[in-house]
């Protein structure tokens, strides 16, 4: 089996379904990601008939899908040419080497409605094949190409083709977005129908589509019986299409486009669905700012000062760089909304399922209620804390506060109190294989202007943290790739004893174990490095043992930092006045956002101690605008962890921050200074189960498994 455009969504997705049934692979894309689940790999453009003729090498059957996908992403000879010019090439070769069956991934905007630049409606609903194509835009002709090239190719060398027009794919994650949009602004989907399928659906239909009749083209509907839209689908053509004829009936969430015939022919049926209820939408209404749906009881028993109220709360889930979520909060004042960091990257589907369900709480709600209404949110869930339901809570919370922000016309860390510092030194991470290459890496960014920097290197087997490790390190042990704790214990003074010679006394080194340690090791490691006067040693043991801090903290010299896995405001707070830590590292949204981690921070200034929040690439630099309104406004700041964001972040992020010399500074624009170019987001998919295709491969030498 061949399948081209076999790295994107829905080429994974297929090239899984067919693993699952034992077939053999080849995979053509543009570019290798290194964890396709094929059996042989093809690197090169789909459209260059000497590759495809070497990728058709013992070959019987095609599934087509490379594709520009949509008219915006490049110019338009480039969407029209490439797309064309690919379909051709590959039904053209495989015609020749004698296969008999193909399936080509069509679209639903080969209608001509969804990117239209003049306002175009479907003729008639259901539409069907039959329904006439209004193509206005490159990517429209190009998927109307496709399908006449199809025809050709089943006509002149009597191949079975399928194409499937699909509709809008994704998997839980995505589709969860996109029914959020729809929830706020319905109209938005009209002209798509509302339609969607689910990309492990997809899938199937692509195997069913090479089950089509032997002969022949077939152009085919896929998609989910029900729309993406929580309203009963007689309302949304009501509201939004009421100039078109209707010639069935549409009963609850029924997706307007005809599906029986690839019932009929493919025998397929989705089988996933977004459960979304169904509510009425009021004929005439027009798009809106939210549900429209205010829960009476979460009301406060106050009258508010003004009418401004919350419309509409979504999560956009996009990956960039890291999978990222963030929280955006509409108002009923136009073109007044917030944003705020909801990123539990390994769980980011969770995480945008529950900001969905506390929608509804908050709702009517006005936005300056921030206290009251994140501890209603907090408290209703009867069982709390945990980093899902924190996350999901420090997005609405982190947005209430750019709300604030943008109303008062200033920075959110004027609303704390205003600044105590010009600008937040941050250290950044310093890697390599050997202890060489680390202290090479630590050079140049001291170079950069970097006072601060960590150091971590590699090692035998592949769990090393924070640096490449050596696959194959045990070749005689259980699990070759293993990491063991003892090379890690003396190679780790090395490290710092070296760094030290070759940097000198004035930059400030720090190093992150990563919770791996029992106490008694921890003790070793951090006795072993005291001569090198870290900065701090960060999670020396895992969070289940943060009541033995005292004792660590007490025994040896060196900081210690740690708290950066704690989902409770309460276990945070245990640690600063249990004397645990010497500064206290957080991922501010697994405890709840700003509100939360302001209070914690004046704990740490009353206590004594300092505050060094998380922020990698899996942080939104919606969040890493948060950790700087705390470290500008407060005397308890000790570090700032930073990352230089790649430029796709910064084209999903307007606003953005950039280190300069070791330091970050505030936006002075109002709220965060950051904004959402969801455009630019959803040209970034999330990337599911990256980190547990890591993280489950760490285990020791014998086998046994080891924290990440």
């Keep these: 089996m061949l399948v081209t455009g076999a790295a994107g969504l829905l080429g994974r997705a297929v090239l899984e379904a067919l693993a699952g049934r034992g077939v053999a692979v080849t995979a053509l894309d543009r570019v290798d990601p290194g964890d396709l689940p094929a059996d042989r790999v093809v690197v090169g453009d789909a459209g260059d008939t000497d590759l495809v003729r070497r990728a058709l090498t013992d070959v019987d059957a095609v599934i087509h899908l490379a594709a520009i996908p949509a008219p915006t992403l490049d110019t338009p000879l480039a969407v029209f040419g490439g797309n064309t010019r690919a379909t051709f090439a590959v039904l053209h070769?495989?015609?020749?080497?004698?296969?008999?069956?193909?399936?080509?991934?069509?679209?639903?905007?080969?209608?001509?409605?969804?990117?239209?630049?003049?306002?175009?409606?479907?003729?008639?609903?259901?539409?069907?094949?039959?329904?006439?194509?209004?193509?206005?835009?490159?990517?429209?002709?190009?998927?109307?190409?496709?399908?006449?090239?199809?025809?050709?190719?089943?006509?002149?060398?009597?191949?079975?083709?399928?194409?499937?027009?699909?509709?809008?794919?994704?998997?839980?994650?995505?589709?969860?977005?996109?029914?959020?949009e729809f929830r706020t602004d319905p109209g938005s989907g009209a002209l798509e129908l509302w339609a969607y399928l689910h990309t492990a659906d997809a899938a199937t239909a692509c195997l069913l589509g090479l089950t089509a009749p032997p002969a022949g083209a077939h152009v085919l509907f896929v998609a989910a019986p029900e729309?993406?839209?929580?309203?009963?689908?007689?309302?949304?053509?009501?509201?939004?299409?009421?100039?078109?004829?209707?010639?069935?009936?549409?009963?609850?969430?029924?997706?307007?486009?005809?599906?029986?015939?690839?019932?009929r022919l493919l025998g397929f049926t989705a089988a996933h669905t977004v459960p979304l209820g169904s509510r009425a939408y009021p004929v005439g209404q027009g798009s809106r700012g939210g549900t429209g749906m205010t829960m009476v009881e979460t009301q406060p028993p106050w009258a508010a000062r003004d009418g401004l109220r919350?419309?509409?709360?979504?999560?956009?889930?996009?990956?960039?760089?890291?999978?990222?979520?963030?929280?955006?909060?509409?108002?009923?004042?136009?073109?007044?909304?917030?944003?705020?960091?909801?990123?539990?990257?390994?769980?980011?589907?969770?995480?945008?399922?529950?900001?969905?369900?506390?929608?509804?709480?908050?709702?009517?709600?006005?936005?300056?209620?921030?206290?009251?209404?994140?501890?209603?949110?907090?408290?209703?869930?009867?069982?709390?804390?945990?980093?899902?339901?924190?996350n999901a809570l420090s997005g609405l919370d982190m947005a209430l506060w750019d709300i604030a922000g943008k109303r008062a016309g200033a920075p959110v860390y004027e609303l704390l109190g205003g600044r105590v510092r010009a600008a937040v030194p941050i250290y950044l991470h310093a890697s390599g294989a050997t202890i060489g290459d680390t202290i090479d890496h630590a050079h140049s960014l001291i170079g950069q202007g970097l006072r601060h920097v960590r150091l971590q290197t590699g090692g035998p087997g592949v769990g090393t943290y924070g640096a490449p490790g050596t696959p194959g390190g045990y070749p005689d042990a259980p699990y070759p790739d293993g990491w063991d704790v003892e090379h890690y214990l003396a190679a780790t003074p090395k490290l710092f004893a070296a760094a030290r010679d070759a940097l000198g006394d004035e930059v400030s080194l720090l190093h992150d174990v990563h919770s791996r340690l029992t106490v008694k090791q921890a003790l070793v490691l951090c006795r072993s490095l005291e001569p090198y006067r870290l900065f701090f040693v960060e999670d020396p043991i895992a969070p289940e043992h943060y009541d033995r801090l005292p004792e660590l903290r007490a025994a040896?010299?060196?900081?210690?930092?740690?708290?950066?896995?704690?989902?409770?405001?309460?276990?945070?707070?245990?640690?600063?006045?249990?004397?645990?830590?010497?500064?206290?590292?957080?991922?501010?949204?697994?405890?709840?956002?700003?509100?939360?981690?302001?209070k914690l921070t004046a704990l740490c200034e009353l206590a004594g101690v300092r505050t060094a929040w998380h922020s990698p690439a899996d942080v939104s630099p919606v969040g890493m605008a948060a950790n700087l309104a705390l470290d500008v406004s407060s005397h308890a700041f000790g570090i700032q962890e930073g990352h230089v964001y790649a430029e796709a972040v910064h084209e999903v992020f307007p606003g953005t921050l950039r280190p300069v010399n070791g330091y970050l500074t505030p936006s002075d624009a109002p709220g965060w200074g950051i904004d959402l170019d969801e455009r630019a987001a959803a040209k970034y998919p999330p990337q599911h189960y990256g980190h547990e295709r890591w993280s489950t491969r760490i285990r020791r030498p014998d086998g046994a498994l080891e924290p990440p």
């Design 556 to 598: 040896a010299a060196v900081p210690i930092a740690a708290g950066e896995q704690l989902g409770s405001v309460g276990d945070a707070a245990r640690l600063v006045t249990a004397g645990g830590v010497d500064l206290l590292r957080l991922h501010i949204s697994a405890i709840g956002g700003l509100t939360p981690a302001r």
């Design 227 to 263: 729309t993406l839209a929580p309203y009963p689908t007689e309302d949304l053509l009501a509201a939004f299409l009421p100039e078109v004829p209707v010639r069935a009936r549409f009963p609850g969430r029924a997706v307007p486009v005809a599906l029986e015939p690839a019932q």
């Design 93 to 180: 070769e495989a015609a020749a080497v004698g296969v008999r069956r193909a399936v080509v991934a069509s679209s639903m905007s080969v209608l001509g409605l969804a990117w239209a630049q003049v306002p175009l409606r479907p003729r008639y609903l259901p539409v069907d094949t039959r329904h006439p194509l209004q193509v206005s835009d490159p990517y429209a002709l190009s998927k109307q190409t496709d399908e006449a090239t199809a025809a050709m190719v089943a006509r002149r060398h009597g191949m079975a083709v399928t194409a499937l027009r699909f509709p809008f794919l994704g998997g839980a994650s995505r589709l969860a977005h996109r029914a959020d």
């Design 310 to 390: 919350i419309t509409g709360v979504r999560a956009i889930v996009t990956a960039p760089e890291a999978t990222l979520v963030v929280v955006r909060v509409d108002t009923s004042e136009a073109g007044l909304y917030g944003l705020g960091c909801a990123t539990f990257t390994q769980r980011a589907t969770a995480v945008a399922a529950t900001v969905e369900h506390l929608a509804e709480l908050v709702i009517g709600r006005h936005p300056a209620d921030i206290e009251d209404i994140t501890r209603m949110v907090h408290l209703s869930s009867y069982w709390r804390n945990g980093p899902v339901l924190n």
